[in-house]
């Protein structure tokens, strides 16, 4: 049957450049690696030649996809059904780009991409020192990477078992309806299913391609220890390594930190890290990177803690494969928002095969050879630098397990059948390990700069410590006074524990500054680490005050109308109706100091989406108003009733007022609620509304709950 309208060239293209690319880099790995192995230079720079030939045919097959995916859901050919379940009509150029990697098969390609470009680079920078020697093995890990990925979007039957899937695959083959054995069924479709309305977010077109190119850095220290084991040259390739290292840990410090602000900006549930599995598997090898930059500036200026390194090195991108099975197989199933539940088993299969292929054979090279991995047997003075800073390390690499072991649990309990629940509380079961690791890091980045290596004198410690310490101290009292931090809700000690995280992180703030202006003499460009600490003391800092002082400003009063609250879409809890109040147009609504007028409402540019403007008074005793401004939440209602809630902050230098819409009605579902009608009660009586009754049980004319401000006007 011929299909009328349909656009088949382009993904004939692209499926073909797809399976050129596979091939590519599997040659490629095999070229690059005999290459490794070759002694005589002109052999060597042979296999080396072919094999950098094939790396970029495989590069430049894989932008040449990429392209075609962009070209296939722009121009909405939904024949494809890659275009069909994440482009629509409705979308803006940008939001068309980004629902390339809302699914699994795009999101591999942008992997790929980011691989590439660390590949490209490389072979560029061959020449150099720094990289001339390590090319081979390098690029042998890259391509190898690549092959993985690349086999995960093949989309070919193999013995009728479909290796991996096809962005270009049909619509019609994927969807058994009849409306496909008719040949104008692209008649019948008139748009795609569109972008996940909870993604429709300017932080969705930037925040994947830089975590996604943080993932992909991890790379790079891992092939140079691997590089490292294979030619035997255990220390060499250390220096070469450490700018890679840095530049990885701050390409997947900001993707983890832009998460945190699209969260913050754009997520219901009031803060910027959930404890969501997905957030906690980007952010452990991210960890382990820390703790392995710091090892490697401590075997360069000591020789100590290669062995150390290397773990480091190899574990953090073990971790980002780990991060991809938890991810893409389905395992957490519902407890992340982020993951993808429809891999499929080959897929499945596939993936863990990717993970077990890096993580055993490299675990087992450094193990067979650690004890040729040279190493001081004179341990580190405790006075030292070199000392704290690998205790600072392995505190890092302590607290990647602890998070990582938390968040396998679905993990575990599917391997050996287990039943271990998840605590009662969530949050705070990893809250109350995360501020111990706070006061320790705090004190830590504090101090150890002012220790020297080998050796450091008592009293010249405490002469450059003793003023920092009273400072901080100091700052740390006027805070508990003038601005504290009333985080009760998990008792004392868990508060007080927050005040010691406070002054630690306080100290390590002013103590870097200080170092920089004391002993470096304000030398910013020799002050790398100092002005990293003090960036690092300042967030926590920040994350400190902002998580210990929530106040739910609108549940200051109990509100007349109670409509059900939404579903919070990170936590998948219901709101608290009692922590939300009901306004309704033109009607001014007391929230905490502020006077609310919900003013008006407009529908955005696509459909469902509406924009409600909310005025904010702050008036004084005389009713003279001392403060005013006005915030625009919007939300996306869809047809089945459900709604996701975009945020808006006014946003000042102590305090954010944060706003979202809870609960929306459609206009599709307000046949009879259109209109208030005024019922009168009597204690017993019931009523009925839209979707259910009332009861009106007790009437409480002197209310005790700490969410009422009884005030002299009310009845």
């Not at 695959?169 to 299913?193: C, H, V, W």
């Not at 975590?211 to 084991?229: D, K, Q, R």
């Not at 003013?599 to 001392?626: I, P, T, W």
Request: aromatic share 14%; proline share 3%; with cysteine.
């Amino acid at each position: 049957m011929n299909f009328i309208g349909e656009h088949l060239l382009p993904g004939q293209i692209g499926h073909f450049f797809i399976i050129l690319s596979f091939f590519a880099s599997l040659l490629a790995t095999v070229f690059f690696f005999i290459g490794s192995g070759k002694r005589d230079p002109i052999q060597k720079q042979q296999w080396l030649k072919h094999a950098r030939v094939l790396f970029f045919t495989q590069v430049i097959s894989v932008v040449t996809v990429f392209l075609i995916v962009f070209y296939i859901c722009s121009n909405h050919l939904y024949e494809y059904m890659y275009a069909y379940k994440h482009a629509s009509k409705e979308l803006e150029s940008k939001y068309l780009l980004a629902c390339i990697w809302e699914g699994q098969e795009g999101s591999f390609i942008l992997w790929i991409l980011s691989h590439s470009i660390f590949g490209v680079i490389i072979i560029l920078k061959r020449k150099a020192a720094m990289v001339s020697h390590w090319e081979p093995y390098l690029m042998t890990v890259i391509s190898l990477a690549q092959f993985f990925l690349l086999m995960m979007i093949l989309g070919i039957y193999v013995f009728d078992v479909r290796i991996g899937n096809s962005l270009f695959t049909l619509t019609r083959n994927e969807i058994n309806a009849p409306i496909f054995n008719q040949a104008t069924y692209l008649s019948f479709i008139k748009d795609g299913m569109g972008l996940n309305i909870l993604l429709r977010n300017y932080w969705m077109v930037i925040h994947p391609p830089v975590l996604f190119l943080g993932f992909a850095s991890t790379i790079v220290p891992f092939a140079f220890a691997y590089a490292g084991l294979q030619s035997k040259q255990f220390g060499d390739w250390v220096k070469a390594a450490l700018p890679w290292t840095l530049m990885s840990a701050c390409i997947l410090g900001v993707g983890i930190m832009m998460g945190g602000k699209w969260a913050y900006e754009s997520l219901s549930f009031g803060g910027y890290w959930a404890w969501d599995p997905v957030e906690n598997a980007s952010l452990v090898p991210w960890l382990i990177l820390i703790a392995g930059l710091h090892t490697m500036l401590v075997y360069k200026s000591t020789g100590h803690s290669l062995r150390a390194t290397y773990l480091f090195a190899i574990l953090s991108f073990c971790f980002v494969l780990y991060s991809t099975f938890l991810t893409r197989t389905g395992v957490l199933g519902d407890t992340s928002v982020h993951s993808f539940t429809e891999a499929g088993k080959a897929i499945n299969v596939m993936i863990g095969m990717f993970v077990l292929c890096f993580t055993v054979p490299a675990l087992v090279l450094l193990f067979a050879n650690y004890k040729n991995i040279p190493a001081i047997h004179k341990e580190e003075n405790t006075n030292s630098r070199e000392f704290w800073m690998f205790i600072g390390s392995l505190v890092f690499f302590l607290s990647a397990m602890f998070i990582s072991a938390k968040t396998s649990v679905p993990v575990i309990n599917f391997a050996f059948g287990t039943k271990i629940a998840p605590p009662e509380n969530v949050e705070f079961s990893y809250n109350k390990v995360a501020v111990l690791i706070a006061i320790i890091i705090g004190l830590l980045t504090a101090v150890t700069q002012y220790l020297k290596y080998k050796t450091t004198g008592k009293a010249y410690l405490l002469k450059k410590i003793a003023f920092p310490t009273l400072l901080a101290a100091v700052v740390t009292a006027v805070v508990v006074i003038v601005y504290p931090i009333t985080y009760y809700k998990e008792g004392l000690g868990f508060l007080g524990a927050i005040y010691v995280a406070f002054f630690a992180t306080v100290y390590s703030l002013i103590a870097n500054a200080m170092y920089i202006w004391t002993v470096l003499k304000g030398n910013i460009l020799s002050g790398g680490a100092s002005i990293a600490h003090a960036g690092f003391a300042m967030m926590l800092v920040g994350m400190l005050i902002s998580s210990g002082n929530k106040k739910v400003i609108s549940s200051s009063m109990v509100n007349g109308i109670n409509f059900a609250a939404g579903t919070d879409p990170m936590t998948k809890e219901k709101d608290d109706p009692k922590e939300n109040l009901t306004l309704i147009r033109d009607v001014p609504t007391i929230m905490g100091e502020y006077e609310v007028t919900y003013l008006k409402d407009s529908a955005g540019h696509e459909d469902g989406r509406k924009f409600y403007q909310l005025n904010f008074e702050r008036k004084d005793a005389n009713k003279n108003v001392k403060e005013k401004f006005v915030v625009s939440p919007d939300v996306y209602l869809m047809k089945d009733n459900n709604m996701s809630s975009n945020p808006d902050t006014r946003s000042y230098f102590t305090k954010d007022v944060y706003t979202y819409i809870s609960y929306a009605l459609n206009e599709t579902a307000t046949e009879d609620t259109a209109q208030f009608k005024l019922v009168e009660l009597h204690e017993g009586d019931s009523t009925f509304y839209s979707n259910g009754y009332i009861i009106l049980n007790k009437v409480e004319k002197n209310p005790s709950n700490s969410r009422y401000n009884y005030k002299s006007t009310d009845l």
